[in-house]
């Protein structure tokens, strides 16, 4: 969001040389609103490429399952016959180790669905790297149906959303690209603040009335200038919860070494901290249905405790970092069903709970984390949050188009005036 001040006129105003409005907070005053506009105009041109890519690119991905399956043929499965079974997670899970001796499952798939294939990523059993990173099979048979490299789209269309889904996280570029998406983020959020600010009017006069015309469009008949001017603030200020919220959890999806200290700091926890690194056995063999009845037992156990049901599952999975399991479910009070976000972790060993980290939404800073996390991928509010989630998407790069535009209005008003202002001698390379 821009403000009035970036608006063409005929004189500049500097932070050294700007009057002070007696009685105004020192923020509204216009020295202090010339240096926040000078810090705005420069993060939206230092985002303005990262913002127009994450939108553009974070868009589709709100019905990422939706656009997959249409441009994988694999993700989609007919049963052998009417009234076909899917196999038995377990089951399923013992065909992946057959279709691939070479590689390592530390994961059960518990969430599939009819219809759709069930991915599963290996991992390699000896020193010797794998050339692929995700197996697909059959829910029905068990039958290999696709293996290859997650976003890697040299292999076909097939790979469009993965790679897609990598631009908007990565930059395709990995863990530099992650990185430098998390530093941006930081970027954004600060920015969201300083862009509400210039929107506030400087003086006390009329205060009400003149900020009430910054969430207003004026029509193209109003000049182009204009009209690109209120589009740039006033769809700031409409959608601006919504973009501080799609910032800061790009912070926490990106750089969590500033993300996890700020939630701290507000009373956010993660009982996962406390997990301690175990030193896990060699070559380890998994009764991978032994633990799965583990697993759900002592979360239908907690959950009598707590008052909730586990409602949907998501995976069994060994995490080797700590020589435990992690039992990913969805509990009936949870934020969101679609992407399972509760996990309960227990000794490979013992069986004792080590730690539960619930999805659990709430007014505390743990309950905002989960509500960021759903409403930036989308798994809450269902089909018509999927679409808004789009329309903002677009809106995200718009904003950063329409505040490019305004720079270069700007810039170019400036330019003209430095030349109205030149000395006619100036133009003929020498002096009379």
């Not at 009057?19 to 216009?30: F, H």
């Not at 269309?157 to 990598?166: A, C, D, E, N, Y």
């Not at 009335?209 to 209120?230: I, V």
């Not at 659990?360 to 509010?381: Q, T, Y």
């Amino acid at each position: 969001m821009d403000l009035e001040a970036t608006r063409p006129t005929g004189r500049g105003i500097s932070a050294k040389t700007a009057p002070a409005v007696e009685g105004s907070p020192g923020l509204r005053l216009p020295a202090a609103r010339a240096i926040w506009l000078v810090l705005h105009r420069w993060a939206g041109l230092t985002l303005v490429v990262f913002l127009i890519m994450t939108g553009l690119t974070g868009a589709p991905l709100a019905f990422y399952d939706d656009l997959h399956a249409a441009t994988a043929r694999w993700v989609r499965v007919d049963p052998p016959a009417a009234g076909t079974p899917l196999l038995d997670p377990i089951e399923l899970h013992a065909a992946a180790g057959r279709a691939a001796p070479d590689a390592r499952f530390d994961r059960v798939e518990l969430g599939i669905e009819p219809g759709r294939a069930v991915l599963f990523y290996p991992s390699p059993r000896g020193r010797d790297p794998l050339d692929y990173d995700e197996l697909a099979l059959d829910p029905y048979t068990g039958a290999e149906v696709h293996r290859g490299t997650w976003g890697d789209i040299t292999e076909g269309w097939h790979q469009l959303m993965p790679f897609i889904f990598r631009l908007h996280y990565t930059f395709a570029l990995g863990e530099v690209g992650r990185v430098a998406l998390g530093i941006a983020a930081v970027v954004w959020t600060i920015d969201c603040f300083i862009s509400f600010l210039l929107t506030l009017p400087h003086t006390p006069q009329r205060w009400w009335h003149r900020w009430r015309q910054a969430w207003r469009m004026r029509g193209p008949s109003a000049g182009s200038f204009k009209f690109t001017f209120d589009l740039h603030r006033a769809s700031g200020l409409w959608l601006w919860p919504v973009l501080l919220v799609f910032a800061w959890s790009s912070v926490g999806f990106n750089l969590t070494s500033v993300y996890n200290p700020v939630m701290s700091a507000f009373g956010a926890t993660d009982p996962r901290d406390a997990l301690l690194t175990q030193l896990a056995p060699d070559d380890l063999e998994h009764d991978w249905a032994a633990r799965l009845a583990e697993g759900r037992a002592l979360a239908r156990q907690i959950g009598a405790t707590q008052g909730f049901e586990v409602v949907a599952e998501n995976g069994l999975s060994y995490r080797e970092k700590f020589d435990a399991y992690e039992y990913r479910f969805a509990a009936s009070d949870d934020v969101s069903h679609a992407r399972p976000q509760s996990r309960l972790y227990f000794d490979r060993a013992t069986g004792e709970v080590l730690a539960l980290k619930r999805g659990l939404g709430g007014a505390d800073a743990n309950g905002l984390h989960e509500w960021m996390v759903s409403l930036h991928i989308a798994s809450v509010g269902g089909v018509w949050y999927r679409a808004f989630v789009v329309i903002l998407g677009l809106a995200v790069a718009a904003l950063s188009v329409t505040g490019l535009v305004l720079w270069l209005r700007k810039r170019e008003a400036r330019s003209k005036r430095r030349a109205m202002r030149r000395p006619a001698w100036a133009d003929k390379g020498g002096c009379t």
